[in-house]
């Protein structure tokens, strides 16, 4: 199967378990199963996809200045609003005079969270008009950062690794037995911690 924004590959996997890049069947099909399935499972332990696809997403302000968009955006193409709560944002707002997008700072490649009506421009956010602001884009982040993709291959290889260990316990009493928790890996926790939301958003 193909994987679809997988947060790793099946040859990195293969790599980390010792068993080369080449076509392993059915190795390789179970691997990207898992890397699909632990892909999505970081999304929803973040809280946000790290990977891109456009969007038009319409939501409700509730503050004049500042808007927490609804999700992380690569790149905002345009906001319009509904000034006259017509039930149709209409009116374009331009990002040179009107807004400023907001992105964190602290991390690099950081995608856009939030945006800033600027003092200078002639227009605010219509606060409790329904649906009264529309953003056009690109959702989530234009690259993988590479802590998720390192939290991917882990989570990946332990997971592969369960096939083979029917109570999900390994080892012997003689070289000591690890449980594989049905959880994150703990490093893998770690990793992820600064993505999630809440935690280091802007």
């Known amino acids: 199967m193909a994987v679809v924004n997988g947060y790793t590959t099946a ?5 980390a378990l ?3 890049t080449a076509t392993l069947t059915p190795d390789t099909a179970e691997i990207e199963a898992v890397i699909g399935a ?7 332990y973040c809280g ?3 990977y891109s ?3 038009t997403v319409l939501f409700t302000a509730d503050d004049y200045l500042v808007a927490k968009l609804p999700g992380d955006w690569s790149a905002i193409t345009s906001i319009t609003i509904d000034e006259t709560n017509s039930g149709t944002p209409s009116v374009v707002l331009s ?7 907001i992105k964190n700072l602290d991390f690099e490649g950081w995608p856009y969270t939030s945006i800033q009506i600027t003092s200078y421009g002639g227009h605010s956010l219509p606060v409790g008009i329904t649906e009264g602001v529309k953003i056009i884009g690109t959702r989530g982040w234009s690259s993988t950062p590479l802590a998720v993709q390192q939290a991917a291959l882990l989570q990946s290889v332990r997971v592969h690794a369960r096939r083979a260990v029917p109570f999900g316990v390994a080892g012997s009493p003689e070289g000591g037995i690890v449980r594989l928790l049905s959880r994150l890996d703990p490093d893998v926790e770690l990793m992820l911690r600064p993505y999630r939301v809440g935690i280091a958003t802007a």
Do not use: C, H, K, M
């Open 38 to 44: 632990v892909s999505r499972t970081i999304d929803d």
């Open 18 to 20: 010792g068993l080369g």
């Open 95 to 101: 990002a040179s005079t009107d807004y400023r997008p």
């Open 48 to 50: 946000r996809f790290f």
């Open 11 to 15: 040859e990195s996997i293969q790599n």
């Open 53 to 55: 696809t456009p969007g």
